[in-house]
Structure formats: structure tokens, C-alpha cells
């Protein structure tokens, strides 16, 4: 029997999984709220790429057996296509996702944020990792777009950047110094001496 072609979003964009907050799906139907389960299948596979099923099985249902942790995996495979009318992914020994999804990291929040994988330890293991790799890129991304706005003399913009830099990751030297240098640089030399004094 023919499987009917997966919907698009009604705007044309490509499906997307948004793993940033709250893990959703978007779709055709708009978005999707994942199950936690769902959320860490998908995010296994979108930022870990292409995995082997007994892995996958193993690490989500680390106390049961191989058999029953893979009828478990094809169950819930099954039962997402159903629910959200996209295959999502290809599954035989290795499990991928299909081509065309996008992966949105973008939000604001952590990664499967408000979702805690405690009892899922390889996973859990696996997640800080990713959350720690997706915070150093967010803190470069921010550090970039403050250098081109220093650059541009647009300096109050680049200290809201600054300011976010170390209360992400207050640990990072060149954060302090940018908030510093940009407090100097607006003719507020308290505000650079407290930096300092914070840092």
C-alpha cells in the first residue's frame, strides 16, 4: 500500500524539530509539543547524526532487554510518524533522520529544556555534552555579532551582548574584558571598574 507523501508547513518552509525550550515538532499541522522520549530520540539523531538502533534502544530503555528495548524503539517510531504524519526517520540496523528536516537551535532556553533524562544515564551523559557545545557556540555567535557592532560604533547594543556573554558563562576571560573595554569606551568609567571588580 502507497504512504502517503509526509505534509509540509503551511508557510512552504521546511519541517523542522525545535530542541531549544520546550522540544517541539513543526509541521504541517503547526507545532508539536514532543514527548520526552520522542525529544531525545530525535535529538540523538539531529545532533549526534546517524546511530546504530541497538545504541539508541539501549540508551533509552537501559533496563530492559535488547529485544524488548528494540520493539520498544519500532513502537515508538510507529506511533510519531502516526502522530505527527512524517516519517521523520529511516530506521533498519542505523537510524537517521530524513533528509529535509531542519534543526532549529536558535530559541532561547537549553537544549530539551524543562526535560530531565536522570534515569537515562548514556543519554544524560550524551545531553550535557551537547548542552555545554551548544552554549560555547551561542557565547561565539554573541561575541562575533558584539565586535561587529563595536566596529560599527553602535556600542550600547554590543554591551547588551557583552552582559550576556558573562552571565552565561561567567568563567570566560574575554567576556569581562569586552564588557570592561565597552564601559570605557562610553565614558562610564565606574561601570568598567565594577566589571572588573565582578570579573
Do not use: C
Not at 129 to 158: F, I, N, S, T
Request: net charge neutral.
Amino acid at each position: 500500500m502507497p504512504v502517503a507523501p509526509p505534509e509540509q508547513p503551511a508557510d512552504g518552509s521546511a519541517p523542522a524539530l525545535l530542541l531549544v525550550g520546550e522540544p517541539r515538532w513543526r509541521g504541517a499541522q503547526g507545532e508539536t509539543r514532543l514527548a520526552r522520549l520522542d525529544a531525545a530520540l530525535l535529538a540523538l539523531l539531529a545532533l549526534g547524526g546517524e546511530q546504530p538502533r541497538n545504541r539508541v534502544a539501549a540508551w533509552l530503555w537501559p533496563g530492559s532487554a535488547v529485544k524488548n528495548a528494540n520493539l520498544s524503539l519500532r513502537q515508538r517510531l510507529f506511533r510519531l510518524r502516526q502522530q505527527l504524519n512524517h516519517p521523520l526517520v529511516e530506521a533498519g540496523t542505523m537510524l537517521r533522520l530524513v533528509p529535509g528536516i531542519q534543526v532549529d537551535l536558535d530559541g532561547t532556553g537549553e537544549l530539551l529544556g524543562g526535560l530531565d533524562f536522570g534515569d537515562l544515564e548514556a543519554f544524560d551523559e550524551w545531553l550535557g555534552a551537547q548542552r555545554g557545545q551548544l552554549a560555547l557556540r551561542r557565547v561565539d555567535g554573541w561575541a562575533g555579532e558584539a565586535a561587529r557592532l563595536e566596529a560599527r560604533g553602535a556600542l550600547a547594543e554590543a554591551l547588551v551582548l557583552a552582559e550576556r556573554i558573562v552571565a552565561n558563562r561567567p568563567e570566560l576571560e574575554h567576556g569581562w574584558r569586552r564588557l570592561m573595554r565597552l564601559h570605557y569606551l562610553r565614558g562610564d568609567r565606574a561601570a568598567a571598574i565594577d566589571s572588573f571588580e565582578r570579573f
